[in-house]
């Protein structure tokens, strides 16, 4: 949990701009402790934040006071689908606004490398195509872009974070641990992308960002990149349109050798490939009370088969490489992301003494992975020879949500109630021979929920609700691939319902200090298409596969923050329980199955920051995080989670500042503490060695638009990544060096 000012940026700041743009991003703008009923729909989840009046003009006698004053706004929270503030609701919320977003994009252009600076709970990026062991307090969290969800929960590519391009990102909301707010998926927490919107009787303008990139560890032509973005937008007082697009070429990554980074030859890539954005975004305002929004988000990243990975040796301490390569050679397609969002909101206020947001939505998602033969996994027949294929994850999701809030006496209380309708229909097809490798599977929710916020005085807030979910899958008749011995299996209906509850109490003795505690369940659905695809034995049926069955994670949080006009600190204890927990193993064979067994995830979170002046700040959050498992069935775990699980303990230290009217950056510390892991079902010889890594990024306001320079890895440190060296499987093509020293620069002009 982290706490921070969130002020709006602004070109002209003292204080305020600083703490929006550096001085309390670190902690993604963080607001204060509200975890409470998040299982379901706090009551208003939303972020307490500290806003400078810096940019305004004080009075007289303002000036005189020698000391950093700051005043707090509450705001609301979107992901959470409520109108409480922060002060009515238990919960642990991070914010990361376009500043924080801009800052991080010029040193690392992804997402997961955003969350894992900016969230402490949030694992390390692997900078690759996928997402594996890229998770929130150790579980996954649900992505969402403005509401709809990302997350392929019936076959889980782990491609989710790679669905819109950061250009037309405005800010990132993010609820730590588990919940039911959004419905499945949210074990670790809820990563809520709010795009751009247009403006609202504004003139018609526009903005363009260019930027170069490149190894700056050793100068090397193949790693230089570069991006393009534009949005241009305007309207009048009941209309108004925003509209943009990007092309992003990569280079490759290099190590702090000069060498370059390991391809993932498997899950696919982010280096040498070429992303095209397209992005779209109208409102109309129907009445003073009635606002129409519709979104377009189309996203098409494509790795470009120039370069192929060469197998590494882990017992001489050889990392996987990269080398350049005919791209008619390639096996297969290169590996590829497409995911188009369409989403129409409405926004009433004032109905019935309440508000009301509904929201239909459509996601249509494709993923390729990279080509080959693994292992005999594509055969033609059971005994045959490999054959050469590759797979891709293919779903459409759509949906209806509806929330509608209401207070009554006098606002001290807050019922919100509402009703969402979810399906997912997935499937994982074999591109090249036309084979399906997972049916056709379909999944559907119904789910209504309620939820009430009370105040009792000015210092207490009680909350609590629950969510239903009646959820049914349906399968037909299916016979597996060759390499799960063309088995038959008949097809079913498997459902189960679930009631979700949530209970949250907030105490404020003071001021100054603040206690909570709150009890959250949430669900998500195991890997089904892992489990539908390794069938290898006759005679079963989809109704009777006990592997289908739901995961609820049960989540207790307790947390205490002390608010000084010239700092904060915060501290909070969470503990994830999930009885019939699903976690990925490795079989005989090498491949990853799921396995039904307990878990149990334990951590706390440290954070404390200190405004020095106007224009500096230090700032730092710890984060450690314990995870085990039930090895052999008895109730009782016994054996740590993996590196695909659990992420490091981590450090993170941070100085803002800003220098005159033009000139602001930060520069952030890293540190990744050792992890051993350790019982009778641990994996062996995946011990973490830790590591530091520094960071640093600036801006410049020119005459004409504004420069920033982003250095990754500032000191060039020589280290393996997190995943490479806790990865289960230890295979020779996974063996990835971390980026060494990465320079970017972009320029971005408004016209």
């Known amino acids: 949990?982290?706490?921070?000012?969130?002020?709006?940026?602004?070109?002209?700041?003292?204080?305020?701009?600083?703490?929006?743009?550096?001085?309390?991003?670190p902690f993604g703008r963080a607001t204060l402790l509200t975890?409470?009923?998040?299982?379901?729909?706090?009551?208003?989840?939303?972020?307490?934040?500290?806003?400078?009046?810096?940019?305004?003009?004080?009075?007289?006698?303002a000036k005189e006071q020698p000391a950093v004053e700051t005043v707090r706004e509450e705001i609301i929270v979107k992901a959470s689908r409520t109108e409480s503030p922060a002060s009515a609701t238990p919960a642990s919320v991070v914010l990361i606004d376009a500043e924080a977003v801009e800052s991080n994009a010029v040193i690392a252009d992804e997402l997961a490398s955003v969350l894992s600076r900016e969230v402490p709970g949030f694992a390390p990026s692997i900078q690759k195509l996928t997402g594996r062991g890229e998770t929130q307090r150790g579980r996954n969290p649900l992505y969402l872009i403005d509401g709809v969800n990302q997350h392929n929960a019936l076959r889980d590519g782990s491609r989710d974070g790679h669905t819109i391009d950061l250009a037309f990102v405005e800010r990132i909301e993010v609820i730590n641990g588990s919940n039911a707010i959004q419905g499945v998926g949210a074990t670790g927490g809820v990563v809520n992308i709010l795009t751009r919107e247009?403006?609202?009787?504004?003139?018609?303008?526009?903005?363009?960002?260019?930027?170069?990139?490149?190894?700056?560890?050793?100068?090397?032509s193949d790693s230089l990149g570069y991006k393009v973005s534009g949005l241009t937008g305007g309207g009048g007082d009941r209309f108004g349109l925003l509209v943009g697009a990007s092309l992003h070429e990569r280079g490759l990554f290099f190590d702090a050798d000069g060498e370059a980074v390991g391809l993932y030859p498997t899950q696919g890539d982010i280096m040498d490939s070429r992303t095209v954005g397209?992005?779209?975004?109208?409102?109309?305002?129907?009445?003073?009370?009635?606002?129409?929004?519709?979104?377009?988000?189309?996203?098409?990243?494509?790795?470009?088969?120039?370069?192929?990975?060469?197998?590494?040796?882990?017992?001489?301490?050889?990392?996987?490489?990269?080398?350049?390569?005919?791209?008619?050679?390639?096996?297969?397609?290169?590996?590829?992301?497409?995911?188009?969002?369409?989403?129409?909101?409405?926004?009433?206020?004032?109905?019935?003494?309440?508000?009301?947001?509904?929201?239909?939505?459509?996601?249509?998602?494709?993923?390729?992975?990279?080509?080959?033969?693994?292992?005999?996994?594509?055969?033609?027949?059971?005994?045959?020879?490999?054959?050469?294929?590759?797979?891709?994850v293919v779903s459409e999701k759509t949906g209806l949500k509806l929330a509608y809030n209401r207070p009554f006496s006098n606002d001290r209380v807050l019922l919100t109630a509402g009703f969402d309708v979810?399906?997912?229909?997935?499937?994982?097809?074999?591109?090249?021979?036309?084979?399906?490798?997972?049916?056709?599977?379909?999944?559907?929710?119904?789910?209504?929920?309620?939820?009430?916020?009370?105040?009792?005085?000015?210092?207490?807030?009680?909350?609590?609700?629950?969510?239903?979910?009646d959820a049914r899958l349906e399968v037909d008749d299916y016979t597996t691939i060759a390499a799960a011995n063309s088995t038959f299996v008949s097809g079913g209906e498997p459902a189960f319902d679930e009631t979700l509850v949530n209970a949250g109490l907030i105490v404020r003795p003071t001021q100054e200090w603040g206690f909570y505690g709150a009890y959250n369940e949430s669900f998500t659905m195991p890997d089904v298409g892992r489990v539908l695809r390794s069938v290898n034995v006759p005679?079963?049926?989809?109704?009777?596969?006990?592997?289908l069955e739901p995961v609820i994670a049960d989540n207790i949080e307790l947390?205490?923050?002390?608010?000084?006009?010239?700092?904060?600190?915060?501290?909070?204890?969470?503990?994830?329980?999930?009885?019939?927990?699903?976690?990925?193993?490795?079989?005989?064979?090498?491949?990853?199955?799921?396995?039904?067994?307990?878990?149990?995830?334990?951590?706390?979170?440290?954070?404390?920051?200190?405004?020095?002046d106007e224009d500096f700040s230090l700032a730092a959050n710890y984060a450690l995080t314990q995870g085990e498992f039930d090895s052999d069935g008895d109730d009782s775990v016994d054996s740590d989670l993996d590196g695909l699980n659990i992420g490091p303990d981590r450090l993170n230290v941070f100085f803002n500042g800003r220098f005159g009217d033009r000139f602001g950056g930060y520069v952030q510390v890293s540190y990744f503490f050792d992890r051993d892991f350790d019982g009778p079902a641990a994996p062996t010889g995946r011990d973490f060695d830790g590591h530091a890594l520094v960071d640093l990024s600036v801006s410049y306001e020119l005459p004409v638009g504004q420069l920033r320079l982003g250095l990754e890895n500032l000191l060039n440190e020589d280290?393996?990544?997190?995943?490479?060296?806790?990865?289960?499987?230890?295979?020779?093509?996974?063996?990835?060096?971390?980026?060494?020293r990465t320079v970017g620069l972009s320029w971005r002009v408004d016209l």
């Not at 504004?202 to 490149?214: H, K, M, V, Y």
């Not at 280290?719 to 060494?740: H, I, L, S």
């Open 35 to 61: 975890a409470g009923c998040l299982c379901l729909l706090p009551a208003g989840l939303s972020a307490q934040v500290e806003e400078s009046t810096a940019g305004e003009e004080p009075p007289a006698a």
């Open 422 to 469: 979810f399906r997912d229909e997935s499937a994982q097809v074999l591109d090249r021979s036309g084979r399906e490798w997972v049916p056709e599977t379909l999944f559907e929710t119904l789910s209504p929920f309620a939820q009430v916020s009370v105040d009792l005085g000015d210092r207490v807030t009680l909350s609590g609700g629950a969510r239903y979910e």
């Open 559 to 612: 947390g205490v923050e002390y608010t000084h006009r010239r700092g904060s600190a915060r501290a909070s204890l969470f503990e994830s329980v999930a009885e019939n927990g699903s976690r990925l193993s490795l079989n005989a064979a090498g491949i990853f199955e799921v396995v039904r067994q307990r878990t149990e995830i334990e951590g706390l979170e440290l954070f404390f920051e200190f405004l020095i």
């Open 278 to 392: 397209l992005f779209g975004k109208a409102q109309w305002v129907i009445s003073e009370n009635s606002v129409v929004s519709f979104l377009a988000n189309d996203f098409d990243l494509e790795r470009n088969g120039d370069f192929f990975a060469v197998a590494g040796d882990r017992s001489r301490g050889v990392p996987t490489g990269t080398a350049e390569g005919d791209p008619s050679a390639l096996v297969g397609n290169p590996a590829r992301n497409e995911n188009t969002t369409f989403s129409l909101t409405l926004n009433q206020s004032d109905l019935a003494g309440g508000s009301l947001t509904a929201q239909v939505f459509d996601q249509e998602f494709k993923g390729l992975f990279e080509g080959g033969t693994f292992g005999g996994f594509f055969r033609l027949t059971p005994n045959g020879p490999p054959f050469l294929d590759q797979s891709a």
């Open 198 to 220: 247009p403006a609202l009787g504004a003139e018609w303008n526009s903005s363009i960002d260019l930027r170069l990139t490149g190894s700056a560890s050793e100068f090397d």
């Open 539 to 547: 005679g079963l049926d989809v109704d009777n596969l006990f592997d």
């Open 719 to 740: 280290y393996f990544t997190y995943f490479a060296q806790t990865e289960p499987n230890a295979r020779a093509d996974t063996f990835f060096k971390g980026n060494g």
């Open 1 to 25: 949990m982290r706490m921070r000012p969130t002020p709006s940026v602004g070109s002209e700041q003292s204080l305020g701009s600083l703490l929006s743009a550096r001085c309390l991003r």
